[in-house]
Structures are given as structure tokens and as C-alpha cells.
């Protein structure tokens, strides 16, 4: 039998076989909810056989949100429809995988196909108080973030571990970082220049992200984590 398709461990967890399905973003949600849009895309790939299925970026705070149209993990009412979703998805075999993100700097956007690309109003849904390591925005067609403050900080590190616990009671079973493609995480592994204990050097660069995932594993959360990284788009 192909590799492909034979049984893969994972700490604790074993898929069936070595097909995982990417987050794909959807652009689809109500206020961050997710929808029978999601239970058939997920379910489809689950069905199918894959042995991993991860959903697309799920923001750890409203204004983390890539779109108006992301789906959302930042309030307890976004559980119901999501453990519906998993519950049908582990049913027909597959491992379940979340993506937490927090879209940063290139938050309140449009979706692709929209124009003008770029900056979604606040008179159209979007919203101001899009945030980064620094005050650049992306591009100039893309909001103007504010620098994250230090309590600005906390306040993202205990809302991933938030996403984490409502992701584990949702019944995900293992969640990814998404620290890569130019959103906030990945932005801060970039900050070459912001001062302070977050910025400069490798090891402030990567404070962040490794006391995000101090804060998931305190208290015992069973979540496996993964992170997603890249060299490029910073």
C-alpha cells in the first residue's frame, strides 16, 4: 500500500492516511458565524477521505478578521455551529484541524474578487482600529494600523488562548498558528525595528509567538498545536 495512504501518528492522534486538506478561506460567515456553507465545504473533504481536514483562518478577535466575511472563534456563540460541523467531519473519519489568525496590518480588506481592493470602510462593515507591531500599513491601499501597545499585546496572547479552549470544546483536535503570509503574527517576527521586548532581535521577534503558545498549553489544554510559517510577505 502508498505511503499516501497509509495510517500517519501524531502525538496522540492518528489519521487514517496522509491527505490533509489546507485552510482555504471561504469569505463566507455572518459576523464571524460559520454556516451550512462550511459544514458542506468541510464535510465534502471529509467524506472524501482525507485523513486531515483544517478550516480556513478563523479570527482570534473581531478586528483580526482578514474580511467582514472571515469566520470568527472570539465569542462562545460561534461553538454550537462549529462543533456541528466537527462532530459530522470525525463522524465520517477525519482529524479535525483549526487555523487561529489574527490578520493584523492587512485586516478590514476586501475580498479578492471585490474592487476597489484594499480598505473596506467603516460605512461599508469594516472597522478602524486595525492593528500591527508598528504604524505601517501594507500597502498604500490598505488600512492605517496602530501600533500594538504592550497591554494591546496581552490582550491578543489571551485572546489565541481563548480561540484555543472554545476551539477544543468546538471539538477541533488540533489547532494551527498562523504566523506566516504577512498577517500579525508573521509581522511580528519581521519587527526589525519596533523597540521594546517584541521588537529587534530573534528572540523578541519570537516572543509572541512562543507566549501564545505558552498560554494555550497552560492548564493542561489537550490541543495539539502546529504553527504555519513563512520566509516571504513579512
Request: charged share 20%.
Amino acid at each position: 500500500m502508498s505511503a499516501l495512504f497509509s495510517p500517519f501518528v501524531l502525538r496522540s492522534l492518528t489519521l487514517r492516511n496522509r491527505v490533509g486538506v489546507s485552510p482555504m478561506c471561504q469569505y463566507s460567515s455572518d459576523n464571524g458565524y460559520a454556516t451550512d456553507w462550511h459544514l458542506v465545504h468541510l464535510g465534502a473533504f471529509a467524506t472524501g477521505g482525507a485523513g486531515l481536514v483544517i478550516t480556513e483562518a478563523m479570527a482570534v478577535t473581531p478586528e483580526g478578521r482578514i474580511s467582514p466575511q472571515d469566520l470568527g472563534i472570539w465569542d462562545d456563540g460561534h461553538i454550537p455551529m462549529l462543533r456541528r460541523i466537527t462532530e459530522f467531519c470525525r463522524a465520517q473519519g477525519a482529524v479535525m484541524g483549526i487555523q487561529l489568525a489574527h490578520a493584523g496590518r492587512k485586516a478590514s480588506t476586501r475580498r479578492p474578487w471585490e474592487q476597489p481592493s484594499g480598505t473596506v470602510r467603516t460605512d461599508e462593515g469594516g472597522w478602524d482600529n486595525v492593528m500591527a507591531p508598528s504604524a505601517v500599513p501594507f500597502s498604500p491601499s490598505y488600512p492605517q494600523p496602530h501600533a500594538l501597545s504592550l497591554d494591546g499585546i496581552a490582550h491578543v496572547i489571551a485572546s489565541f488562548r481563548a480561540a484555543a479552549i472554545r476551539a477544543l470544546e468546538a471539538g477541533f483536535q488540533v489547532a494551527e498558528l498562523h504566523a506566516a503570509h504577512g498577517y500579525l503574527l508573521h509581522e511580528f517576527l519581521g519587527a526589525h525595528t519596533r523597540p521594546g521586548k517584541f521588537g529587534g532581535s530573534f528572540e523578541n521577534r519570537t516572543r509572541i509567538l512562543r507566549d501564545i503558545i505558552a498560554g494555550i498549553r497552560a492548564d493542561g489544554n489537550a490541543i495539539d498545536i502546529g504553527v504555519r510559517l513563512s520566509l516571504f510577505d513579512m
